[in-house]
């Protein structure tokens, strides 16, 4: 039986975005003891076998517990509203006293915006949310520590 590799443009969209979280969290995790950071299992990387995580990414320190959900856009300044279907599983985190975030890649403009998913519960227009009045980084590291100095500061 033959398999064919199926090239699909969307099915690895993120991913860079990703590693780059997962390389920032282990740097943050090492630096102390009282730090740790996981990847969360993907729904679509085991098969759909499993229910799908509430983000991509958990971190626990004496300063915050919480979730971070990653994603990469073309777009300079939107994020689409289908791009985070986990949003209202964020909220209830946040409502049990998690520190929720998402973190978004603008692939284009090689920049990174970070913000409580809170902010994105409350704006928004039908289709998706325009975060012109949240800053874009060029370091992740620096938009993690605005988005949440008392952790990542």
Same mark, same amino acid.
């Given at each position: *039986? ?18 780059? *979280?997962?390389?920032?969290?282990? @740097?943050?995790? +090492?630096?102390? %003891? ?8 993907? /729904?679509?990387?085991? @098969?759909? +076998? ?7 990414? !958990?971190?626990? /320190?004496? !300063? @915050? ?6 994603? !990469? ?20 985190? /946040?409502? $049990?006293?998690?520190? $929720? ?21 409350? +704006?928004?227009?039908? @289709? ?10 060029? /370091? ?5 520590? !605005?988005? $949440? %100095?008392?952790?990542?500061?």
């Amino acid at each position: *039986m033959t398999h064919f590799k199926v090239n699909n443009t969307f099915a690895n969209r993120g991913a860079n975005a990703e590693k780059a *979280m997962a390389k920032f969290l282990a @740097g943050w995790a +090492t630096e102390h %003891l009282n730090r740790e950071a996981n990847r969360l299992t993907d /729904s679509k990387a085991a @098969g759909r +076998t499993i229910k799908a995580a509430a983000a991509d990414f !958990e971190f626990f /320190s004496l !300063e @915050g517990h919480g979730l971070i959900e990653v994603k !990469e856009t073309e777009h300079e300044y939107r994020l689409a509203r289908d791009k985070v279907p986990q949003l209202a599983r964020l909220r209830k985190r /946040s409502h $049990c006293g998690g520190i $929720c975030l998402v973190a978004v890649y603008h692939s284009t403009l090689d920049r990174w915006r970070v913000l409580d998913a809170a902010v994105l519960a409350v +704006t928004g227009d039908k @289709g998706s949310w325009n975060l012109t009045d949240v800053p874009a980084y060029h /370091s992740l590291a620096v938009a993690m520590a !605005e988005a $949440c %100095l008392e952790v990542f500061g």
